[in-house]
């Protein structure tokens, strides 16, 4: 499904409760699309499900170009991405008014474009088959989040930071998910929240640092993962609070 010319457009105007609206492919900012393109003008709690979401609109001014959130109304834009993931030449935006729940379809992907504003954020890990799923964020070269919302991990699968994110808003983990960040690479400067049977993973061998202070309720795991003999994975608190 692909987008271009001048003007706002929608992937879909109205996402009934509980209704889908399947696109088998991507879903695409062509180059020439000088507008801005948003999940729909109005949603429920129905989702728009695609393979991935490309931002490609290099002729238009505004580098966010593809707004997933809705333009109106109060609903969750939730989106179902498929292997493809979110990615382009151009960046994400999120209008902090509506928030965004993003699964995946039936397996892991990855978020390789930038993710801005400050909209409040649900990756929801468990995917729309009922399989645990990863989401990674960011590509080892593009791929972050700059924003200041608050992000909240559910399910069972995880979410791997691969990236440093300019995140300065709160990041929950909840049910049986994970939260897992590579060293060198940071989720937040805000606080994190692992809640009773989530997990805070160190992905690989090395430090990973935490810039807010972090709470462990009880049941929930702290995981350091070896990759490397040589070298133990650490965390880094700088500071900051455990409790």
């Not at 070269?141 to 559910?154: M, Q, S, W």
Request: hydrophobic share 35%; glycine share 14%.
């Amino acid at each position: 499904l692909e987008f271009s010319g001048n003007g706002d457009r929608y992937v879909v105007n109205t996402v009934a409760a509980s209704g889908r609206f399947v696109v088998t492919g991507d879903i695409i900012a062509k180059e020439d699309f000088t507008g801005y393109l948003y999940h729909s003008k109005t949603c429920g709690v129905g989702a728009v499900q695609a393979r991935g979401l490309v931002n490609n609109a290099t002729g238009n001014s505004d580098t966010w170009a593809f707004r997933i959130n809705a333009k109106d109304g109060t609903g969750t834009a939730n989106w179902i991405i498929g292997a493809h993931g979110l990615s382009g030449s151009r960046h994400f935006w999120t209008n902090g008014s509506r928030p965004v729940e993003i699964r995946p379809f039936d397996s892991g992907f990855t978020i390789s474009a930038n993710v801005g504003n400050n909209a409040d954020i649900t990756f929801n890990t468990t995917g729309a088959d009922g399989n645990p799923y990863t989401i990674t964020i960011g590509d080892g070269t593009k791929g972050h989040f700059d924003r200041t919302g608050a992000l909240t991990v559910i399910g069972a699968g995880k979410v791997l930071v691969n990236a440093v994110n300019s995140l300065s808003g709160a990041v929950t983990v909840s049910d049986t998910a994970t939260l897992a960040i590579n060293p060198g690479k940071t989720m937040t400067t805000g606080t994190i929240s692992v809640a009773n049977g989530a997990m805070l993973e160190v992905a690989q061998s090395g430090t990973v640092d935490i810039g807010g202070d972090l709470t462990l309720k009880e049941g929930a795991v702290l995981s350091f993962n070896y990759s490397s003999r040589s070298v133990p994975p650490r965390l880094n608190l700088n500071g900051k609070t455990l409790t």
